[in-house]
C-alpha cells in the first residue's frame, strides 16, 4: 500500500485522503469487470474509503486499464473456436442463468381473429 500527501475528504470532512495503491480493486470499463493494477495509486479516505479520482489519477487508471483490457480481448480471441460451447453455453453469454435459459423451447399458437 503507497501512502502519499493528505487531503481532506469531500465526503466525511476528515483531513485522511492519502494516494493508495494496492491489489484486489475491481473496476467496470468498456463493459467489462477489470482489476485495476496494483501500482497504480488511487486518492483514498482512510476514514471513509471515498475514492477521490482527480486527474493525474484518471489518466492513469486509463492508461493501466486499457492495457488490461486489450490483454483479455487478445485473450479471449486466442481461445479456439467453440470453446464456449464446449462449456455450456452460447458464445457472449455470462453465468449459469443466462445459458440455463439459453435454449428454452418456446410454443407459438396460430390464433385467428373473430370478427
Not at 11 to 34: H, I, K, P, S, W
Not at 37 to 52: F, I, M, R, S, Y
Not at 96 to 110: G, N
Amino acid at each position: 500500500m503507497t501512502r502519499t500527501t493528505i487531503r481532506r475528504c469531500g465526503q466525511c470532512g476528515a483531513r485522511a485522503v492519502v494516494g493508495v495503491a494496492r491489489a484486489g480493486r475491481l473496476t467496470m470499463y468498456r463493459n467489462l469487470e477489470l482489476e485495476v493494477p496494483a501500482h497504480v495509486v488511487v486518492p483514498t479516505c482512510a476514514k471513509c474509503g471515498a475514492e477521490w479520482i482527480d486527474e493525474a489519477a484518471a489518466k492513469a487508471l486509463d492508461e493501466a486499464l486499457e492495457r488490461v483490457y486489450e490483454s483479455k480481448l487478445r485473450t479471449r480471441l486466442e481461445r479456439r473456436p467453440g470453446e464456449d460451447l464446449e462449456r455450456g453455453g452460447k458464445p457472449g453469454t455470462r453465468g449459469a442463468s443466462s445459458r440455463s435459459f439459453a435454449w428454452l423451447p418456446v410454443q407459438v399458437e396460430a390464433r385467428t381473429a373473430e370478427p
